[in-house]
């Protein structure tokens, strides 16, 4: 499948929009402590929301962001996909599971 002049495979687009789904149930929950998928979505929102807003012009999330991402259960977070909340720029939130390695 193609994306943008890129190849990325199914494995990798299911991760990103996981991914996604994560960011969406973080910012929504606005709950201390709450967990989804293996993912504190306190540490979530807190170290990765300034690289995903929209207009951000930071060049990669930072150490923090992909610890909070290291742990997650992205086949229980592929259930969340298709929902974004205002605010966050989808595509650069798909690439944090590149971006972090």
């Known amino acids: 499948m193609a994306m943008a002049g890129r190849k990325v ?10 991914l996604v789904a994560l960011l969406v149930v973080a910012a929504a929950s606005g709950a201390a402590g709450y967990h989804v998928c293996n993912v504190d ?3 979530l929102v807190n170290n990765c929301r300034s690289y995903c807003a929209v207009g951000s012009n930071e060049a990669s999330p930072s150490g923090a962001c992909c610890g909070a991402v290291r742990g997650a259960n992205f086949k229980c977070l592929c259930k969340y996909k298709g929902l974004l909340p205002k605010g966050i720029d989808a595509n650069r939130a798909m690439q944090i599971p590149a971006k972090c390695g």
């Open 9 to 18: 495979t199914t494995s990798n687009a299911g991760v990103a929009a996981a």
């Open 41 to 43: 979505t306190d540490s």
